[in-house]
């Protein structure tokens, strides 16, 4: 599965952006996806992931509230909409995929994208 996340930019605090997960050569059946983050100087932490199948969700608590992730079965896409954004949330986000249930485990993901910058400005 070669996968493809874009959306990224820059915003100022309080706004908003849509980033986008896609997979090329094979749909997202029986996969769990998942985005996670790296900001400068610290290491990659999980953001939001879903079960393509179930549509079950999880977030990171950082991101409650603000962030939801969603699967879009006609695109095969899995957009990750990021509303209310803090400089905090400046990063780049990589979108990564594995077969089976969902984990914040990143050691176990098997695919990933090239990642995508956010970044926020005050």
């Known amino acids: 599965v070669q996968l493809q996340a874009s959306g990224g930019g820059l915003v100022q605090a309080g706004g908003s952006l849509r980033l986008s997960c896609a997979a090329s050569?094979?749909?997202?059946?029986?996969?769990?996806i998942t985005w996670f983050r790296q900001a400068p100087g610290k290491e990659r932490e999980f953001v939001a992931g879903?079960?393509?199948?179930?549509?079950?969700?999880f977030s990171a608590d950082s991101v409650k509230g603000r962030f939801t992730i969603s699967r879009d079965k006609a695109e095969n896409t899995v957009p990750l909409q990021m509303n209310s954004l803090k400089i905090e949330d400046t990063a780049v986000y990589y979108c990564?995929?594995?077969?089976?249930?969902?984990?914040?485990?990143?050691?176990?993901?098997?695919?990933w994208g090239q990642g995508t910058q956010v970044t926020v400005s005050s």
């Open positions: 879903i079960t393509w199948d179930t549509g079950r969700s």
């Open positions: 990564a995929a594995r077969r089976g249930a969902w984990t914040f485990r990143e050691a176990v993901y098997d695919y």
């Open positions: 050569g094979r749909t997202f059946s029986g996969y769990t």
